[in-house]
């Protein structure tokens, strides 16, 4: 009887295997599956041979697959114009990318529009240890008058509940990262480099998004490293270095007629670097629409050799070409800079230049300690039109009425 016990407790002993090794390897099958390697429909890694057919292809397949597909872009270069990733997808699509894409110097590929097109997709993954290069250093520097015409290289558009993590981004011809009409994403541990006299390469603009999620990322362009624009909401910015670069900025804000208020931004724990601007609002003189950008908060900021490094810009016109008798204005109230410290490279540590037809309100400066460190020259600060407190601040620094 107990032969016939032991040799029942060895049956099932050995079935229980099979049955895990079967398992296992349908598992490893329905993996295999749900990747879409590019190279597999031909894509050369040779970073000369266009490839947006293959890449294109992939997507395509990708998104009509049921469950969780992966667009895998393995190790080598591959050269592509312009891809649209459209959705919706069947099911929840990862993008892959452990090599180098390129983006084309071809622009009339481009017919205005950007690189990489992501657009009305959930659960949107984008990772892995490689780069996108948009070889922008090759088209600016002949002409970077018309880098307004130039493409972004990463756009995302109506896109919900979506991560991006862990890849490089260089180069690019305009914004590295444009974000639109998009909520719930996480943008964490990138690292995004452009020379710093690059023309408008904006390393993450953001604009009429809600719940957006900015974590630990080094960013150094020709513009802002982070731009925050009209309609958006619940922003987070938390543990990015800046520099070089414009800072990081709410704005541009009151050009255009159908933007919509910004509110609820928080910049915290960041690190900027010998950057033409630490944290910045800027609103246009002659702005079109009355709006209000309201509930912002900089704090545990660390300034290193930054020039203007807390300004509150309300006359801002790059060009030049605004029209002073504009009626509308853009309001900008509840602000916050709350222990700010470090360096400046310019006596005015801070410049609060508000507009005298509606005074910013609400503006606190709490511990916030700035000096510049060049010579013949003190530490000081213009605050025009702005009314506030200011509490634990170097005195010089303290000028709210």
């Known amino acids: 009887m107990a032969f016939g016990n032991n040799a029942t407790r060895v049956f099932f002993f050995f079935f229980a295997l099979m049955v895990m090794f079967a398992t296992s390897t349908a598992e490893d099958d329905d993996d295999a599956s749900g990747v879409f390697d590019i190279t597999k429909l031909g894509a050369t890694s040779d970073g000369k041979t266009d490839c947006s057919k293959e890449i294109q292809e992939m997507w395509n397949l990708a998104c009509k697959a049921a469950g969780k597909a992966r667009v895998l872009v393995p190790k080598g270069e591959f050269l592509s114009g312009p891809l649209n990733f459209s959705g919706p997808c069947k099911g929840d699509v990862t ?13 009339p590929k481009y017919n205005g529009g950007s690189w990489i097109n992501i657009r009305e997709v959930k659960n949107l993954v984008i990772t892995g240890s490689g780069t996108i290069d948009g070889q922008g250093a090759d088209v600016y520097s002949k002409d970077p008058t018309k880098a307004k015409a130039y493409p972004n290289s990463l756009v995302l558009d109506f896109v919900k509940n979506g991560t991006i993590s862990d890849i490089t981004m260089l180069n690019s011809k305009f914004f590295h990262i444009n974000i639109y009409k998009s909520e719930d994403l996480k943008i964490k541990n990138l690292t995004i480099t452009a020379p710093g006299d690059s023309p408008n390469t904006d ?6 998004s809600s719940n957006i999620d900015v974590t630990a990322t080094t960013i150094g362009t020709g513009d802002d490293c982070i731009s925050i624009g009209g309609g958006s909401s619940r922003i987070s910015v938390t543990g990015v270095t800046c520099g070089p670069g414009q800072g990081i900025s709410v704005g541009c804000l009151g050009r255009y007629k159908d933007e919509k208020d910004v509110t609820d931004v928080i910049v915290k724990d960041c690190v900027l670097k010998s ?5 910045r609002i800027k609103t246009y003189e002659d702005a079109v629409k009355s709006m209000t950008a309201s509930n912002l908060t900089f704090e545990n900021i660390k300034m290193d050799d930054v020039a203007n490094p807390i300004i509150i810009d309300q006359n801002y016109c790059p060009e030049k ?12 109230k509840d602000v916050v800079f709350r222990n700010i410290t470090g360096t400046s490279s310019t006596p005015a540590a801070v410049s609060l230049l508000c507009s005298d037809k509606q005074p910013c309100s609400g503006v606190e400066l709490i511990d916030v300690n700035v000096e510049y460190i060049g010579k013949n020259s003190e530490t000081t600060a213009v605050c025009n039109n702005a009314k506030g407190i200011a509490k634990d601040t170097l005195q010089a620094l303290a000028c709210l009425s």
């Open 203 to 208: 390393g993450i603009h953001i604009g009429d």
């Open 95 to 107: 993008i892959q990318i452990d090599g180098t894409l390129l983006a084309t110097n071809d622009l």
């Open 275 to 279: 950057s033409t601007n630490g944290v």
């Open 321 to 332: 070409v605004c029209m002073a008798k504009s009626k509308a204005v853009v309001t900008v």
